[in-house]
């Protein structure tokens, strides 16, 4: 995969050298190039910004740095072979980044990020390029940022993870927290490690138990204890289809009731506590 990123602070992506990233970037896994955009600003203080219409405060990208910086990366990437990009602009007013949306990046040959300072991009950026390629104006969160570059580390990384041969064992996201199968929509419970006992505490003893259906059992209930205490929206949104009858007697025993059409809710005397 080829990924480009656009930025005004090109040392902020030095991460990408790191770790997993870095690690798929030396096997020629993903071949990210990391580009200054000021390098297509004219005058002599390079800028970036000017002053929005309509007034209101902070400042606005200029288009004329980022169409050209554009145009340049477009025309090396096909030159060096790279094919059917897509653009991809953090912005706290984007849809929100999800494992799926992870996945379907991850499918994609060839990335490129405009991470923005201020108050973001002159709308007619995205505008002209959503005529050329697909544009995920994405958010990574409901939080506001000084800059889309913390947000491009965020997805490159859940990207990265998904690509082939990245990760050691193909069956490593397979229990992620949100990835589509077996787990579904349930957030991953606990994990332990040796020793056994550390400062006292013993591990869970089922975990030792050799039965490994009774394992797999054991950690869809914590599973199931996990979402309903930390994002009981999940449980809500869950397909009751999903459920097993161990799972509706795990969720009645956490508080949980199914409601006429089959959906889970928390019963209200819980909610109160
Ligand atoms: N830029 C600033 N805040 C952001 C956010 N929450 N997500 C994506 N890009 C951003």
Avoid at 75 to 86: I, K, L, R, S, V
Avoid at 117 to 129: K, L, P, S, T
Avoid at 145 to 151: I, S
Wanted: charged residues 25%.
């Amino acid at each position: 995969m080829r990924l480009d990123v656009l930025t005004i602070f090109p040392e902020y992506l030095a991460p990408l050298n790191v770790s997993l990233v870095g690690k798929a970037c030396a096997r020629g896994v993903l071949d990210v190039r990391v580009s200054d955009l000021r390098e297509w600003t004219y005058d002599r203080h390079n800028t970036v910004d000017d002053t929005p219409y309509g007034g209101g405060p902070g400042m606005v990208m200029k288009p004329d740095p980022w169409g050209e910086a554009l145009d340049t990366v477009l025309a090396d990437g096909y030159e060096a072979g790279a094919h059917t990009p897509a653009l991809v602009v953090p912005t706290p007013s984007g849809r929100p980044f999800t494992q799926e949306l992870a996945v379907e990046l991850s499918e994609r040959p060839w990335l490129i990020f405009a991470p923005a300072r201020y108050e973001g991009i002159d709308r007619r950026v995205m505008d002209e390029y959503a005529t050329r390629m697909p544009v995920y104006e994405v958010s990574i969160g409901d939080y506001v940022l000084a800059g889309g570059e913390a947000p491009v580390l965020v997805i490159t990384e859940a990207v990265a993870r998904l690509l082939p041969g990245v990760l050691g064992n193909a069956e490593s996201h397979r229990d992620d927290s949100f990835a589509p199968g077996a787990m579904a929509d349930l957030l991953e419970g606990p994990v332990y490690t040796k020793p056994p006992v550390w400062r006292g505490r013993a591990i869970p003893s089922m975990l030792t138990s050799g039965h490994h259906g009774k394992i797999a059992r054991w950690r869809r209930d914590e599973a199931l204890a996990r979402t309903a205490e930390m994002r009981p929206d999940l449980i809500e949104r869950c397909d009751p289809a999903g459920f097993d009858k161990k799972d509706r007697e795990t969720l009645s025993i956490l508080g949980w009731a199914p409601e006429p059409g089959g959906r889970f809710w928390r019963r209200p005397s819980v909610v109160e506590e």
